[in-house]
């Protein structure tokens, strides 16, 4: 196994760009998200429901159950060639998630963006993926060439539950693992899940907002009335999802109480004017206040700081 020049694909993302913060090259971030979403599913083999996906991180994880895996060695439907992804490798540590611990006592376990986070840092620093090279190819660094029908029925075996004299000893750790500092990650997330949170919720903002604008200025002859409604509602849901608790004002209503008053007017507008200039104008506000925050805009100051830690 060659930890010094491995072999290595590219999978969903830009070159240059790294796992946290996504780099959207002009798509709104919610439709990036979508479509990778997709793109993970389909090529994993995965459902929708075994997937984790995050604003917070470019690409989609795997959702690893707590339980471990009931039949097989991994998710129903698994695809061999997909076990060329370091997702699918994960150690355990990385798999599971963390018990946080508060001075008061309590625990609760990692958040999914908390989650999405520290994985997506302990990959990127372990070298697992790289910006400009791409994410290695774990089947490529035990000789297995998953470009071989032999090589994917042995992997599919696998799958199934026989054992491989190399597939059983396929471990991640000698990457991932950092035994003087085993929780960095974890500490380097808690210190900047707010301010991402925040950056995230601006960037979607402003892909919602474009998308809303389009919406209201559509022809009003080639649009029905249903099909806006239809629309204004998916892009409602992505808002509540992403930033509803967002306050518009300090001490104000929040996103998810803005839209759901929007929501409503929308199913009494018994027009496609009532709806594009009422409804729709009132949830293009929302998010442009969201967009324009200056508290939640002052968090990209750390983006430099998210950066020079993946380099690291």
């Keep these: 196994m060659d ?44 459902s929708p429901a075994d997937v984790l996906t995050s604003p917070l991180v470019a690409v989609p994880l795997p959702a690893y159950p707590d339980a471990g895996f009931v039949a097989g060695r991994r998710w129903a439907g698994t695809r061999p060639e997909a076990m060329t992804h370091p997702l699918l490798w994960l150690p355990d540590r990385l798999a599971s998630r963390y018990d946080l611990t508060f001075e008061d ?42 470009t071989d029908p032999a090589v994917l029925d042995r992997v599919r075996r696998w799958l199934d539950g026989s054992t491989d004299p190399v597939l059983d000893t396929i471990d991640l750790s000698d990457w991932t693992e950092r035994p003087a500092e085993p929780d960095w990650a974890l500490a380097q997330t808690q210190a900047l899940i707010t301010d991402l949170m925040a950056a995230s919720w601006v960037i979607a903002a402003e892909g919602l907002l474009s998308d809303l604008l389009d919406l209201a200025g559509v022809d009003r002859t080639g649009v029905s009335l249903t099909a806006a409604h239809t629309r204004l509602h998916s892009l409602c849901r992505v808002a509540t999802d992403w930033i509803g608790t967002v306050p518009l004002t300090p001490g104000g209503a929040s996103v998810t109480d803005t839209v759901t008053d929007a929501l409503d007017w929308a199913d009494e507008a018994g027009t496609l004017p009532a709806l594009l200039d009422g409804p729709v104008v009132a949830v293009i506000e929302a998010m442009d206040a969201v967009r324009a925050n200056p508290v939640l805009a002052a968090s990209f100051d750390n983006l430099t700081e998210v950066a020079a830690l993946a380099e690291e």
């Design 105 to 146: 006592g309590t625990t609760r376990p990692e958040s999914d963006p908390e989650y999405a986070v520290r994985v997506a840092l302990e990959v990127e620093t372990s070298g697992l993926y790289d910006p400009e090279q791409g994410w290695v190819d774990v089947l490529g660094l035990y000789d297995l060439d998953a």
């Design 3 to 46: 930890l010094l020049t491995p072999p290595r694909h590219a999978w969903l993302t830009d070159p240059g760009e790294h796992l946290l913060m996504p780099g959207t090259g002009g798509t709104a971030l919610h439709t990036l998200v979508r479509q990778r979403l997709r793109a993970a599913t389909d090529g994993w083999g995965l």
